[in-house]
């Protein structure tokens, strides 16, 4: 099985709060990331956050980290139809930078 | 920002034969770049790192003699498919190291083996 696990769907009506839940194995991951893909793009890169750090807000983003129990996630606030897209939770690997495993990914779909 | 891409974006190719696939930093240099593949509906699987000027690193289960990585320069890795086979349909993936968190991804090349 995967190392990084994520739900495979979400929907969410504009206006309201989306969230992301992602669960992670590897305890010595420095960095926890959040990706997004969109149809014919590369992945781009939302946030990252520090193993030692519980929260890290960014604008609409903010993220939760639960290290005891490998916990991540995501929340976008004020979902917009633009934020439509495949989010993937990615943990660092072997602290390498640009190293990641990645979960499964979770479709988001915006509706009005 | 900075980009990466990849040609072509999509192959068919029959079974037997090898594709390559380019992936190009365009406006910054890249000493390492990373090939990953995905599946549908699954997460991406870290292929290999392509190290300019070296051998790449190809991770647990990947036949290096199967997916054959170059990266002779330091905007440019290639990935060769050998002797295709259906199973070898997917998606492949590279993306580039910016520096620190900037890893940039390019859009993918989605082979077709028939």
């Known amino acids: 099985g995967e190392d990084v696990e994520q739900s495979l769907f979400l929907s969410v009506r504009e206006g309201d709060s989306s969230v992301i839940n992602c669960t992670y194995t590897?305890?010595?991951?420095?960095?926890l990331y959040w990706y997004k893909q969109e149809p014919g793009a590369g992945l781009q890169l939302l946030t990252y956050i520090f193993s030692n750090m519980d929260m890290k807000q960014d604008q609409r983003l903010t993220v939760l980290l639960n290290k005891k129990d490998k916990h991540l996630s995501l929340r976008i606030a004020d979902t917009q139809t633009g934020d439509s897209a495949i989010y993937f939770c990615?943990?660092?690997?072997?602290?390498?930078?640009?190293?990641?495993?990645f979960g499964a990914g979770t479709q988001v779909v915006v509706t009005p | 920002g900075a980009v990466v891409s990849q040609h072509p974006s999509w192959v068919i190719c029959k079974s037997g034969t090898s594709v390559k696939i380019e992936c190009r930093s365009l406006d910054f240099q890249a000493t390492t770049m990373f090939w990953y593949r995905q599946f549908p509906k699954q997460s991406l699987m870290l292929m290999a790192t392509s190290n300019e000027g070296s051998k790449a690193t190809y991770e647990q289960g990947v036949e290096k003699d199967k997916f054959l990585i170059n990266h002779a320069s330091l905007t440019l890795s290639t990935l060769t498919v050998t002797s295709a086979h259906p199973e070898d349909s997917s998606f492949y993936i590279c993306s580039a190291n910016g520096g620190g968190h900037e890893q940039y991804f390019g859009p993918g090349t989605r082979l077709t083996v028939t």
């Open positions: 990615a943990e660092s690997i072997d602290n390498s930078w640009g190293k990641f495993q």
């Open positions: 590897d305890s010595s991951s420095t960095y």
